[in-house]
């Protein structure tokens, strides 16, 4: 077996104490970030900017050079420039053949270009070996070191070595790589931070259609028809019978469509006679956010704990006036 092999090297970080050179073009929010928690690390980190001399904002045990003259002095470039000034590196070309350059750029917009931000680096200096790697982590977590919820930090690229070079610095600064492949994969992951809530946004809006649904029908059911034909005032309700009413409801309803999904696929794959064809796309992102129901269904159902509770309180203080008034 090769044990040069990825899986191998996953398993063997560098153990030595001597950390090679690290250089950082730009010196904006997240290269000084990154350059601070690398100099805490033990990596001696050189800047390249097109301003080269020390300022305060830069951590004092880094050097600050040109972008030539940085590059010179490490074999990992980390590339911490939005993706829209990346033209003057190919004047740099030849400075950066077989460095190791990582891309960690993100976009504003979801496919906001043609091709990724590390296809186009790579496209536009086709001498270096570009990794994607750190997109998902902000300048302001690296920064404060509340990195406990996102220590993941996603890998991608074409040059093996050049990748596990890149995965041992990021287990140095006490992150976990995860290799996503080739660089093909980068465009996913320069979209992962644009993502809000990926799978939430179906059940929140059908929470919030058939809440609505149900609170109208209870509205009416129970305030406006007795007003209108018993001129009776129930407004009160609004409070915590109908809330408490439309909570098991919700629960139970959304509980139903976890379900729902399983039992039609079945059904399909009896129809089909296999397992193994695709489910049309509808029924494939209602299985996907299952999880997301099932966890929706739960808060309705705790709701509903809460405000069965709270009635037998409102009893009691109900209670304890009318038993003062008739003693007094
Ligand atoms: P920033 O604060 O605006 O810094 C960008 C740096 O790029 C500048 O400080 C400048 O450094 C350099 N620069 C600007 N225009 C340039 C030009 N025309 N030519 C050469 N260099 C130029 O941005 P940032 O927040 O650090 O983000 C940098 C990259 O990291 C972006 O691609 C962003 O998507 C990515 N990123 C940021 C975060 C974050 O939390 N901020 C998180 C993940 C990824 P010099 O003045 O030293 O030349």
Redesign the pocket.
Known sequence: MNKNSSNVMALVPKTSNKRETVCI?????????LGHKLIQSGYPVV??????WPSSLIPKDAE?LS?AEAAQKAAIII??????????LASLEETLRGKVLV?????LKINQYPES?AKYLAQMVPSARVVKA?????????QSGTLDASRQVFVCGDDTEAKQMVMDIIRALGLTPLDQGSLSAAREIENY?LQLFPMWKLPIFLSLGLTAFFFFYCLVRDIIYPYVYENKDYSFFLAISIPNRICPIMALVLLALVYLPGVLAAIIQLYRGTKYSRFPDWLDKWMLCRKQLGLVALAFASLHVIYTLVIPIRYYVRWRIEDRIISQ
Do not use: E, K
Request: aromatic share 16%; charged share 15%; proline share 5%.
């Open positions: 073009f730009g010196t904006g929010d997240f290269g000084r970030a800047f390249g900017s097109r301003s080269p600050v972008h590339i911490a420039i939005q993706r829209q000034h990346y033209d003057f891309d960690i750029s993100n976009n931000n750190f997109n998902t982590v902000s300048a302001w977590a690296l931070p």
